[in-house]
């Protein structure tokens, strides 16, 4: 023990820095972060876009494991990095449980950031009246999001996803489903058919005029049995329908007066020229897309390239546009407790939101970061500085076996037999695959209920602010583009137009007032 412990004290020595001992280095660092706050000014403008970044489970502990990672992926030691996401200047929490559980799932939240108002578990687009799985309870409960807010106001609207273009996040801005599952029409009941419910890939087109989707999902949208133009061999990537409708076809159909390009692979995907696109469906898996680490560039673009080529096309639009762009997978790893791929999910996130920074102004366009909810995902065990993210506590357990630094509440790592945790002293953590330790033995583990962070900047950003309910973020982001209900934001910008020319022509009229007064008095002395 006296010789690990020696080597553990030579690592911090190796990876600390020296300007870090001096009290100077901390005291110049804060004096710059006070001064840019006090230098801060309040955008009141209204916003002509909305960049809306959904990171998918990413609790705080996430973002903080990910700051990490991504420094060391730079060769620094992490801890002091900074993430695109940390520059934004205006953060809050958001409270996430729904209308009937105190943890929620990624339906009921999305239907309180999307569309204002908190739900039930697994039901989007409608409102808490509405119960899990009977269609009867949907029908006059629908509630819709404020990506219809954009498009009835005149902007461009987009969806960009790593995970199936029906999944829960996205689906909320586009359906109304007395079940998130209801992916196709195979997966809805008989008697909510009979009912009059129809699937999410069917609302994809028939509902909001969306014109960017990008994601996965095409096994939704084509016949049953249909073989999967990148994997046909594989019976369990073909269609799913039982109507008979191939929807991608219906909707080229649907999109024939319009530039609109359906691709399915990178190829296609670049040859697409956003100045002369008016829609793009973009579906490159049969399912949710390939985790970051896995993806083959060959086949898939980044998330930094689907972003980019949405907002490319979303912003020909003279009046602004709105995008939804979700790190879908992030929550997916943590489901599977493997928490490489769920951060190495997030740093991809967070690269795709400075391409999205890069490609807008931010005195027109407010961007938003946040997090649907969290997972019982901590950090603990005194690593030492630099240490890496993904390794063992320097500290063992009572047991005299060593732990690793992420760990979770439950989950499938739970792995103890006879009382005993496994030894993992010869045991590769980094690797992709590694699945971490969990307290309590679970298949997936579950959600946790912690307030989640939300960033801001651009137009109102500072609305952003405080502890509040999810449901809250909705009504900002729509006050703050003048979509949806309130118009308020406008009409006081109107005013104080109005009010600012009404007061120069005051001033003028004063002005002349007081001369002619000058000039008749001299002409009188004269």
Known sequence: IESMLLSDVCFLRKYSSIEEENPEFWRSQARQTLQSALDRKLNTNVAKNILFFLGDGMGITTYTAARILKGQLQNQTGEETVMTMDTFPHVGLAKTYSVDFQIADSAATATAYLCGVKTNLNVIGVNAAARNGICKTQKGNEVTSILKWAKDAGKSVGIVTTTRVQHATPATSYAHSASRKWYSDADVPAGAKKDGCTDISSQLLNNT??????????????????????????????GKRRDGRNLIEEWKNMKREKVARYVWNKNDFDAVDPETTDYLMALFEPGDLRYEAERDPRMDPSIIETTEKAIRILQKNPKGFFLLVEGGRIDQAHHDGRAYMALHETVALDNAIAKGLELTKEQETLTIVMADHSHPFTLNGFPFRGQSILGKSPLWGSDFLPYTTLMYGNGPGHKIRNGTRPDIRNVNTKSKDYVQLSAAPTESTTHSGEDVAVLARGPMAHLFQGVNEQNYIAHAMGYAACVGADMRHCQSTVNHDLNGAGAVARSSAALLGGLLSVLLTLTLLM
């Open 209 to 238: 005029d969306i014109d960017v989707i990008i994601g996965g999902g095409r096994k939704y949208m084509t016949p049953q049995y249909t073989k999967d133009p990148e994997y046909p061999a594989d019976f369990s990537s073909r």
